[in-house]
């Protein structure tokens, strides 16, 4: 089997949302002494690419998608660390959660992948995380940056929850906060206060680099 013919059967296995099939072939990879950063660029987060594309046309579930994001999340665990060699990473602490109400997490497995991949340590709460568990965990973690995604417009109103938050509890100058998630747009992120917006998890990973400025 050539590297194509490989990494289409990582594609596959992340659509089929088959986590058992998706952390064989990542320890495979590392067997075969492939670019683990190669192997989650055209092989995970493709897959989970197409697997959203294919949730916004109704062509897969919400349960599908789910797992398609669990397949990748297990997955390119395994590949950061190889990446990371098990290294303290040192470019900064970031803290990523879906907001309490909603489930999506499509993007954000994406966003963790890419993070580790360029040697942040990340702390993912998951999904339908309450505001004031964001910030405890973010205090415990000693987190850098906050990063929240929102798919729902129902929710989007979480992301501002938290900037109140931490403004009441006097933290807001201790992080630099980071939203996302189909509804929200930069006009949002600048009516909350939020220090910046992503459109994808490519350009959420750079904003929060020139965040951290390092």
Do not use: C
């Not at 349960?63 to 395994?78: G, N, Y």
């Not at 040192?90 to 360029?118: F, P, Q, R, Y």
């Not at 205090?139 to 938050?165: C, P």
């Amino acid at each position: 089997m050539d590297n194509q013919e490989f990494i289409n059967k990582v594609i596959e296995s992340v659509i089929s949302g088959d986590d058992v099939e998706a952390e064989a072939l990542a320890k495979q990879a590392l067997e075969n002494n492939m670019d683990p950063l190669a192997v989650i660029n055209d092989g995970y987060v493709v897959g989970i690419k197409q697997v959203g594309d294919m949730f916004e046309v109704g062509e897969l579930f919400l349960p599908e998608l789910i797992q398609a994001a669990e397949a990748v999340k297990k997955s390119t665990t395994i590949l950061n660390e190889a990446i990371t060699g098990g290294a303290n990473k040192d470019k900064g602490k970031v803290l990523i959660a879906t907001v309490e109400g909603d489930i999506h997490d499509i993007g954000k497995a994406i966003v963790l992948s890419l993070l580790v991949a360029n040697g942040f340590d990340v702390l993912d709460l998951g999904r339908d995380v309450p505001t004031l568990d964001i910030i405890t965990k973010a205090e415990e973690f000693k987190a850098d940056v906050i990063g929240t995604s929102a798919l729902l417009t129902t929710t989007m109103v979480r992301q501002q929850d938290l900037e109140k938050a931490l403004r009441n509890e006097g933290l807001r100058d201790k992080y630099k906060t980071i939203v996302g998630g189909a509804p929200v747009t930069v006009r949002w992120a600048e009516k909350i206060g939020a220090d910046a917006y992503a459109e994808n998890a490519g350009e959420g990973v750079n904003k929060i680099i020139s965040l951290i400025g390092k």
